[in-house]
């Protein structure tokens, strides 16, 4: 009978009670395109879970398992992912009855002419709030979009971090080459200095080319320092990522060639596997059903309860028998007047669902443009290099003759110093040409990968 009654009170009021939006959140207005605008050439498929596998290089590989274990901001985002996901069993918990156990003693009386009584009790109590119009379904919706967007996140971070050792990993490398290339000129060059010097001596050049030359040494000795102490701040970056106190001794073994660029995926399927993406979606998801919850608390509550008890009524020093209790209803609360705060609070979940939209969108451009910079970054490390080692090919047949023709007697020593400097120049242009290659290779896996 109870039930009957709150229930026709409800449907009275829900026609009085219930609210239209106040605004539109709208839709997503970004326009994916058909294709890419770079387009490269012989790219291969690979596993895109374990995409660094594809570079065959053993001890990347082991850095990449260590970081992912160790790594500190993974243990962030996965503890924050615990909390979401205990938010959902909260969220969902208060949908269901809820079951106390009470007890009770009470020793006085009502009065001054009231005997003293004893009263003890012990029992049961128990309350549901009947989600009648859907508050509570859409507040576990929110939660277990919380929760999904949480998991996409760690996935998001898992490939950033991947992607940021091998970075630094072959950065590592092409320093280590460069500094070796450097040393060597830096010795061409001081034997530059030294030819200079006996020049000088024997009246064959004048003081301003032996300055040159010890000019020229110092640079090469600045910048063997200055890549050195790079290298060094690069190798503890490198364990801070990897989650250790000190940093790994590394082989750095120059391997081949970058492995081609992956097989592309089309916008609109990037858009459907990016961690980043489906992180942002999920976020709008939970925003847009905390609007709807918001909008909820303008309609009608129903909560049924029940309780349970045995009792014991008595005067002080005396003896009464135990009773059992009884007791259950339904209770019905419509908001009337609150100052404004339900309206106040659904402009706020609105305007916070706008925000989401927008953060949506804004990564979905960003990984679009994220893979047309990645494409672009791969094309132009290709041509880089291909006209690099043209200068490296240059320079040791410029060595090749200025030999022969020190050999001849047709030149001097200077003449075949200068060539080998030029050459060495040459060689490490093509180390930073082939570390920025390996970049790029690093970045195209990255703006296409999938979860780890």
Same mark, same amino acid.
């Given at each position: 009978?109870?039930?009957?009654?709150?229930?026709?009170?409800?449907?009275?009021?829900?026609?009085?009670?219930?609210?239209?939006?106040?605004?539109?959140?709208?839709?997503?207005?970004?326009?994916?395109?058909?294709?890419?605008?770079?387009?490269?050439?012989?790219?291969?498929?690979?596993?895109?879970?374990?995409?660094?596998?594809?570079?065959?290089?053993?001890?990347?590989?082991?850095?990449?398992?260590?970081?992912?274990?160790?790594?500190?901001?993974?243990?962030?985002?996965?503890?924050?992912?615990?909390?979401?996901?205990?938010?959902?069993?909260?969220?969902?918990?208060?949908?269901?009855?809820?079951?106390?156990?009470?007890?009770?003693?009470?020793?006085?009386?009502?009065?001054?002419?009231?005997?003293?009584?004893?009263?003890?009790?012990?029992?049961?109590?128990?309350?549901?709030?009947?989600?009648?119009?859907?508050?509570?379904?859409?507040?576990?919706?929110?939660?277990?979009?919380?929760?999904?967007?949480?998991?996409?996140?760690?996935?998001?971070?898992?490939?950033?971090?991947?992607?940021?050792?091998?970075?630094?990993?072959?950065?590592?490398?092409?320093?280590?080459?460069?500094?070796?290339?450097?040393?060597?000129?830096?010795?061409?060059?001081?034997?530059?200095?030294?030819?200079?010097?006996?020049?000088?001596?024997?009246?064959?050049?004048?003081?301003? +080319?032996?300055?040159?030359?010890?000019?020229?040494?110092?640079?090469?000795?600045?910048?063997?320092?200055?890549?050195?102490?790079?290298?060094?701040?690069?190798?503890?970056?490198?364990?801070?990522?990897?989650?250790?106190?000190?940093?790994?001794?590394?082989?750095?073994?120059?391997?081949?060639?970058?492995?081609?660029?992956?097989?592309?995926?089309?916008?609109?399927?990037?858009?459907?596997?990016?961690?980043?993406?489906?992180?942002?979606?999920?976020?709008?998801?939970?925003?847009?059903?905390?609007?709807?919850?918001?909008?909820? +608390?303008?309609?009608?509550?129903?909560?049924?309860?029940?309780?349970?008890?045995? +009792?014991?009524?008595?005067?002080?020093?005396?003896?009464?028998?135990?009773?059992?209790?009884?007791?259950?209803?339904?209770?019905?609360?419509?908001?009337?007047?609150?100052?404004?705060?339900?309206?106040?609070?659904?402009?706020?979940?609105?305007?916070?669902?706008? +925000?989401?939209?927008?953060?949506?969108?804004?990564?979905?451009?960003?990984?679009?443009?994220?893979?047309?910079?990645?494409?672009?970054?791969?094309?132009?490390?290709?041509?880089?290099?291909?006209?690099?080692?043209?200068?490296?090919?240059?320079?040791?047949?410029?060595?090749?003759?200025?030999?022969?023709?020190?050999?001849?007697?047709?030149?001097?020593?200077?003449?075949?110093?200068?060539?080998?400097?030029?050459?060495?120049?040459?060689?490490?242009?093509?180390?930073?040409?082939?570390?920025?290659?390996?970049?790029?290779?690093?970045?195209?896996?990255?703006?296409?990968?999938?979860?780890?």
């Amino acid at each position: 009978m109870l039930l009957s009654v709150g229930a026709c009170a409800v449907l009275s009021l829900t026609g009085c009670t219930s609210m239209q939006p106040s605004s539109s959140i709208g839709k997503v207005s970004v326009a994916v395109p058909a294709k890419w605008n770079e387009v490269v050439t012989g790219s291969k498929g690979y596993d895109a879970t374990n995409w660094w596998h594809s570079f065959g290089i053993h001890e990347l590989d082991d850095l990449i398992s260590t970081a992912l274990a160790s790594n500190r901001d993974l243990r962030i985002a996965t503890a924050r992912l615990e909390q979401a996901r205990a938010l959902t069993d909260r969220a969902q918990a208060d949908r269901r009855p809820q079951l106390d156990a009470v007890a009770a003693a009470q020793r006085g009386r009502n009065n001054g002419l009231d005997p003293k009584t004893e009263r003890s009790s012990v029992g049961m109590r128990a309350s549901w709030e009947v989600d009648l119009f859907g508050r509570g379904a859409l507040a576990v919706d929110a939660s277990q979009a919380d929760a999904q967007a949480s998991q996409y996140a760690l996935e998001a971070a898992q490939i950033a971090l991947a992607a940021d050792v091998a970075a630094a990993y072959f950065e590592l490398r092409t320093l280590a080459q460069r500094v070796e290339w450097r040393r060597q000129a830096s010795l061409v060059a001081e034997n530059q200095l030294k030819v200079a010097q006996r020049k000088f001596i024997a009246g064959q050049t004048t003081a301003l +080319e032996v300055e040159r030359w010890r000019t020229e040494l110092a640079q090469e000795q600045a910048t063997i320092a200055q890549l050195d102490g790079q290298r060094r701040v690069h190798h503890r970056q490198l364990a801070v990522l990897l989650g250790v106190g000190e940093a790994p001794v590394l082989g750095l073994l120059a391997t081949g060639e970058a492995p081609p660029p992956p097989a592309l995926k089309l916008p609109g399927e990037l858009l459907e596997r990016r961690p980043d993406v489906l992180r942002q979606a999920r976020a709008l998801d939970g925003a847009l059903a905390r609007v709807g919850v918001a909008r909820k +608390e303008v309609y009608p509550k129903l909560q049924i309860d029940w309780a349970g008890s045995r +009792e014991r009524t008595a005067l002080v020093g005396g003896g009464a028998s135990p009773q059992i209790v009884l007791a259950y209803g339904v209770s019905l609360s419509l908001p009337i007047l609150d100052g404004g705060r339900i309206r106040s609070n659904i402009k706020i979940q609105e305007a916070r669902a706008k +925000e989401a939209m927008a953060e949506y969108e804004k990564t979905m451009l960003q990984a679009l443009a994220d893979v047309e910079s990645a494409l672009a970054q791969w094309t132009a490390s290709e041509v880089s290099l291909r006209e690099w080692r043209k200068a490296e090919a240059a320079g040791n047949v410029a060595v090749s003759h200025a030999g022969r023709m020190f050999d001849a007697g047709m030149s001097d020593q200077s003449a075949v110093l200068d060539a080998r400097r030029n050459y060495l120049h040459a060689q490490d242009e093509v180390s930073q040409a082939e570390g920025a290659r390996w970049a790029a290779a690093v970045n195209l896996r990255r703006v296409f990968a999938g979860a780890i």
